[in-house]
């Protein structure tokens, strides 16, 4: 998983991260976007642009947001 949106996505969901995709690989769930690490190609174009700082390259996320991973994970089974 390349990216991984976090907690200040959680009812912000401002979408400037969708915009500037250039895969599309951001969708949005009920209360948070996710991002589809199958269709990602890494390019952190959504990183830069979050005006939260939701966004974080998987290896660079805090510990205490790494159920986050298992979050997008549960999203994109069940789609």
Do not use: W
Not at 18 to 32: A, H, L, S, T, W
Not at 46 to 51: D, L
Not at 52 to 62: G, I, Q
């Amino acid at each position: 998983m390349p990216f991984v949106i976090t907690e200040a996505c959680i009812n912000e969901k401002a979408a400037d991260c969708v915009n500037v995709c250039p895969v599309d690989c951001i969708v949005e769930g009920d209360d948070q976007f996710f991002i589809n690490p199958d269709v990602c190609i890494d390019c952190g174009a959504c990183e830069v642009e979050c005006p939260v700082s939701a966004v974080f390259y998987e290896e660079d996320l805090p510990e205490h947001y790494l159920k986050y991973i298992d979050k997008t994970a549960e999203f994109f089974r069940t789609k």
